[in-house]
C-alpha cells in the first residue's frame, strides 16, 4: 500500500511568514511522529500523536511550533514567524502502535525541506 | 535518558571490502534498537532492528548487526560493500518510556572508494 507522503517536499519562505507542513501517514497507523533534521542538532524528536491526541509535544522547540491531527489521519506541523534557525528537513514517521512487534517500527515519509531566508 | 552514540561521522572504505559501522546507546533496561539508512535526497529506511531473540540480526541489502547487551553495543556490518551503499547510517533506539519515541545517533557517512 501507499507509504507516509509529506508535502510540500522543499519550502522556502521568508523569515517571519507562517507555513504549514503536512503529513499523511499509511492507513491505519494510529501513532504519528514529527522529527527534525538540521546541520547543527541532528536528528530530534518533535511531537507524537496517537490518535488525534498529542500525550508527549515534549520535542517543540518553542511556542512558534503547534502541530494537529484530524480524523486519526493527517497531520499538520504549523511554524508561525519562522528563524532561520528553523531551517532543517522535517521528517514524518507513523506506526501501529498496540500491536506486538508492530509498535516499534516506525516508517518514514520522504521529508519537508524548509529553507527560511 | 537513554542516548545514542555513533563513534564515527565518516568511514571510509574500499569497494568489497568489510566494513562496521559502530553504535552504543545508553539505557541499561530492555531496549528496540534500529538501524535506519538514508540515501542521498531520500528519507529514511529501515534496514534491521532487534526486539528480542536471537542477537545477530540480518537486515536488508546484506547488512547484519550484533546486539551486545554488556557491552550495550549494536555495531552494523556488511563483508562486502557495494558503491550503491554510499549513504547516511543512523543507529535509533526506541524508547519504550516515552511513547517509542526514537532517540537517534548522530549518524555515520559510509564512503565508497573505488
Known amino acids: 500500500g501507499a507509504g507516509v507522503s509529506q508535502s510540500p517536499s522543499n519550502k522556502v519562505t521568508e523569515k517571519g511568514k507562517d507555513v504549514e507542513l503536512r503529513c499523511d501517514p499509511i492507513s491505519g497507523h494510529t501513532a504519528l511522529y514529527w522529527y527534525r533534521q538540521s546541520l547543527g542538532q541532528g536528528l530530534e524528536f518533535l511531537i507524537y500523536?496517537?490518535?488525534?491526541?498529542?500525550?508527549?509535544k515534549s520535542g517543540l522547540p518553542s511556542d512558534r511550533f503547534s502541530a494537529e491531527r484530524t480524523g486519526g489521519s493527517v497531520s499538520t506541523l504549523t511554524i508561525q514567524r519562522t528563524q532561520q534557525e528553523d531551517s532543517a528537513v522535517y521528517l514524518c514517521a507513523s506506526s501501529l502502535v498496540g500491536v506486538p512487534a508492530s509498535s516499534y517500527e516506525q516508517y518514514f515519509g520522504p521529508g519537508t525541506r524548509l529553507t527560511v531566508t | 535518558a537513554q542516548s545514542v552514540t555513533q563513534l564515527d561521522s565518516q568511514v571510509p572504505v574500499f569497494e568489497e571490502a568489510p566494513v562496521e559501522l559502530r553504535c552504543n546507546y545508553s539505557?541499561?533496561?530492555?531496549?528496540?534498537l534500529f538501524w535506519y539508512v538514508q540515501y542521498p535526497n531520500q528519507g529514511l529506511q529501515l534496514l534491521l532492528k532487534?526486539?528480542?531473540?536471537s542477537t545477530l540480526v540480518k537486515g536488508i541489502n546484506g547488512f547484519e548487526a550484533e546486539f551486545n547487551k554488556s557491552q550495550t553495543s549494536f555495531h552494523l556490518r556488511k563483508p562486502s560493500v557495494h558503491i550503491s551503499d554510499t549513504a547516511e547510517y543512523f543507529c535509533?533506539?526506541?524508547?519504550?518510556?516515552?511513547?517509542?519515541?526514537?532517540?537517534w545517533g548522530a549518524g555515520t557517512k559510509l564512503i565508497i572508494k573505488p
Open positions: 539505557s541499561s533496561v530492555s531496549v528496540y
Open positions: 500523536f496517537q490518535g488525534n491526541s498529542a500525550p508527549d
Open positions: 532487534y526486539l528480542s531473540g
Open positions: 535509533a533506539v526506541s524508547d519504550r518510556g516515552r511513547n517509542y519515541q526514537l532517540i
